[in-house]
């Protein structure tokens, strides 16, 4: 359960991040405050959990076809349809954005996650 938790909060940070390089630079990535951040982050679990594994398997003739590349353009759309207005106060306006947001954020998680170790089960 606390592995879980810092796991939900690294997340979060690594959002809230990711939101402010992403205004610093001028791409459509709104994220007004640690709230929709924590929220954002859940809905985004649950997406993936849940939609991602389905639009896979879907899509698996064009992930072959493109050697794996096309997962990346499914984790986009994963964090735009997240980013696309059910929360309040988080909010990605566009592909480009949701590519950035996306790769910028599994960067961030990537890395302080590696600090964590490994999940325990």
Known sequence: MKGLLARWLISAIALYLTALLAHA????????GVGPALIAVVVLAIVNALIRPLVI?????????????FTLVINV???WLV??????????EGFLAA?????????????????IGPRGR
Do not use: A, E
């Open 77 to 79: 759309l994963m964090f």
């Open 25 to 32: 630079l001028g791409v459509g990535i709104v994220l007004k």
């Open 99 to 115: 590519l950035f947001g996306s790769v910028v954020m599994g960067v961030i998680s990537g890395l302080t996650n590696s600090l």
């Open 83 to 92: 980013g696309s207005g059910w929360i309040p106060g988080f909010r990605v």
């Open 57 to 69: 398997v879907l899509t698996l003739p064009l992930t072959c076809l493109t050697l794996g590349l």
